[in-house]
């Protein structure tokens, strides 16, 4: 899956990525889009026991997309078929005041995952060269510094034993229509519905723009991108599972094997005569 799904090299045109497409989906004769979940579920039990015992590896999995893209959905669907512990949300919204007294990558280091945690960013440090581009928040130099900036830091994250699973979640500007409507014709999702939400969609152009940019200047043999298609939610989902399985998989985390004296510990637990 990773290597169906990873953004190439050089420069990155988001037109030429099918959002509606399903790389690697099982055959018409075998629509089943579950991901192995029991399996998952024990590699990231086995990465987190593994911490007990002095272990220092983690995962970050990073979302990225335009509203309505299901970054919420993923972590419903996916990442909450992990046992709670050892797994660490993280939904970034705009900064707050005393975060905007600090480096842009503050508040973003404060929620690393720790050893043996699978972390789950909903949006990121990406929102810094992105929603801030858009919006011409800041200076063009200093977003523009930010790519460089944002490298350097997810290079030292891999090399202290984190895993950067990021994950641009891409939809058509006809799919992102359908979803907001769906919440408009749903009483029960109009708590979802976010009116700056259509303000944001009238640049959408731009959005490519600083989207294309982002995948381009961020693309890094440490920590790669890959666009997955959202048109179809159940293929995202099981998309973004399989990228799980396989970065879990190749972490093979191994249950600890304390030195037990297990006869002797068995004995005390024997009943008395």
């Known amino acids: 899956m990773r290597d169906a799904l990873r953004v190439p090299a050089g420069p990155v045109v988001l037109a030429g990525f099918d959002s509606s497409a399903r790389p ?8 089943d889009l579950a991901n192995d979940t029991a399996r998952m579920r024990d590699l990231q039990a086995k990465l987190w026991a593994e911490s007990t015992a002095g272990g220092t590896r983690s995962v970050l999995l990073v979302m990225q997309g335009i509203d309505t893209a299901g970054k919420g959905g993923v972590t419903k669907h996916v990442v909450g078929t992990f046992g709670p512990i050892g797994v660490q ?9 005393q ?5 842009f990558l503050w508040r973003i280091r404060k929620r690393l995952p720790g050893p043996g945690v699978v972390g789950v960013f909903d949006r990121s440090h990406y929102e810094d060269v992105l929603i801030v581009r858009v919006h011409d928040l800041v200076p063009e130099a200093e977003w523009e510094a930010r790519y460089d900036a944002i490298n350097e830091f997810e290079k ?23 979803r907001l409507l769906a919440r408009l014709d749903d009483p029960e999702k109009h708590w979802k519905f976010n009116e700056a939400d259509l303000d944001e969609r009238a640049r959408w152009s731009d959005y490519e723009v600083a989207f294309e940019a982002m995948l381009e200047r961020t ?4 920590a790669p991108w890959y666009v997955v298609p959202s048109d179809h939610k159940k293929y995202r989902n099981w998309a973004i599972g399989e990228l799980l399985h396989e970065t ?7 249950w600890p094997r304390p030195a037990l004296d297990v006869p002797a510990l068995r004995a005390r ?3 008395p005569h």
């Open 24 to 31: 690697l989906a099982p055959t018409k004769r075998n629509r």
């Open 89 to 97: 949300y993280t939904g970034f919204k705009a900064p707050t005041k």
């Open 99 to 103: 975060e905007l007294r600090h480096d």
């Open 156 to 178: 030292e994250l891999v090399d202290n034993g984190t895993t950067v699973l990021k994950c641009f979640l891409d939809i058509s500007f006809e799919t992102q229509r359908d």
């Open 219 to 222: 693309n890094t043999d440490h």
């Open 248 to 254: 879990l998989e190749d972490l093979a985390p191994e």
């Open 269 to 271: 637990l024997a009943p």
